[in-house]
């Protein structure tokens, strides 16, 4: 792969400075300790945490407490809240403030999964506009100097626009940066990202970093997302799902010298069979416990082995091993030095869905000020364990 170097770029949010202007978006059940880890290991920015829920956290979960747990390799350490309840959110970003355990701390406006919409979390939440204002000044309050980042969607559905007035009001609360998927929660991943949207928050929002989220599946992407939009940096979710060294291609093309390796990769099946063997090593270590690190490896095998020489049978086994022996075994078996297959590996991985009617709360859309029934269909919004 030939990548041509952007002029360099950095990106500070608050007091951290980050040497490429790239996030790792948070993804459920994806962005683990484990991956961030090994996303970190071949470029630079910031690597961002599951959806961590708010309630939960303040409960001291079991479970939420290990997925805010930071490799002692990791910093800035980041972690992503999603709260409904300003006072919640409030405690939840005082504890991880007073615990020190994160350098870093994004608010979660974006999600558009239905078991969250409905309930007026997620991306159907900035509609309510005063909710969205106490929470989010609530807890930038609360996080004092520890920068605290917003990231949205453009809003519920092409008639229902938020990311505005939601843009303007972070920025009036104290936030350190706000970030775009510009999509709805209506068209889900589907589509085209509407980049002219993250254009008017650059427009809107002046005096914070603005970053876009949507459709970069490769470094090019990137550059031309911030020479379009004028945006402050990106944000990259599905494209590095199987090709952790992407960030080491944006790190080399926006990053400051030294970001990454010099050398772009050369992702020969062996380079490939290599990270993938690397990724279920670190999901072991994560787990602690060889056969629940393998088994959450197998999700992965489709995204690492898009568009190269493997056949349906051996796809299968590794979609089904138990032990790193036995994905040794089976790795051993591949043509290690069958080149980058090109376009056949590139473009959109992961699931986009269909554009679809968003779950709500009943009434939801009749008024931006929150009804008091409405209040008691968010009590129950944060009933599920973090990382769902």
């Not at 939440?125 to 917003?150: E, N, Q, S």
């Not at 490939?272 to 994560?286: C, G, K, N, T, Y």
């Not at 779950?359 to 939801?364: G, I, N």
């Amino acid at each position: 792969m030939t990548i041509a170097i952007a002029p360099e770029r950095t990106l500070r949010i608050g007091p951290i400075e980050l040497d490429a202007p790239v996030v790792l978006a948070p993804m459920a059940g994806i962005t683990n300790t484990a991956f961030r880890r090994l996303c970190r290991e071949y470029g630079a920015g910031l690597y961002v945490s599951e959806m961590i829920t708010t309630r939960a956290l303040v409960e001291r979960n079991a479970t939420t407490m290990r997925l805010i747990t930071h490799h002692e390799s990791e910093t800035p350490r980041s972690i992503q809240l999603y709260g409904v309840d300003p006072a919640t959110t409030e405690a939840a970003v005082r504890l991880l403030v007073e615990e020190d355990r994160a350098d870093h701390i994004d608010l979660n406006f974006g999600c558009p999964v239905p078991k969250v919409t409905r309930k007026g979390g997620g991306a159907a939440l900035p509609w309510k506009i005063g909710l969205f204002r106490d929470i989010v000044t609530r807890a930038a309050r609360a996080a004092g100097d520890i920068p605290l980042t917003v990231k949205m969607r453009k809003g519920i559905d092409s008639d229902h626009l938020t990311y505005l007035d939601a843009g303007r009001i972070a920025e009036d609360a104290g936030v350190a940066a706000v970030a775009l998927h510009a999509r709805t929660a209506a068209e889900f991943y589907s589509g085209t990202a509407d980049w002219s949207a993250i254009t008017k928050l650059k427009e809107t929002v002046t005096s914070i970093p603005v970053l876009g989220n949507g459709d970069i599946w490769s470094a090019e992407d990137a550059v031309r997302m911030m020479d379009e939009t004028g945006c402050d940096g990106v944000v990259v979710g599905r494209g590095c799902l199987g090709r952790p060294w992407l960030f080491g291609d944006l790190a080399r093309t926006l990053g400051r010298p030294g970001a990454a390796p010099s050398e772009p990769v050369d992702a020969t099946l062996g380079f490939v069979a290599a990270a993938f063997r690397r990724h279920a090593e670190l999901l072991v270590d994560f787990f602690e416990d060889e056969t629940r690190g393998c088994r959450d490896i197998r999700k992965h095998v489709a995204w690492y082995l898009k568009g190269y020489p493997v056949g349906g049978e051996l796809r299968a086994a590794l979609a089904t091993v138990s032990s790193l022996a036995e994905i040794d075994e089976l790795l051993s078996t591949l043509d290690l030095d069958a080149p980058y297959p090109g376009a056949a590996a590139e473009g959109q991985r992961g699931r986009a869905g269909t554009p679809k009617r968003p779950a709500l709360p009943e009434h939801w859309l009749d008024s931006r000020d929150l009804a008091t029934e409405e209040s008691c269909a968010l009590a129950d919004a944060e009933l599920d364990h973090s990382g769902g």
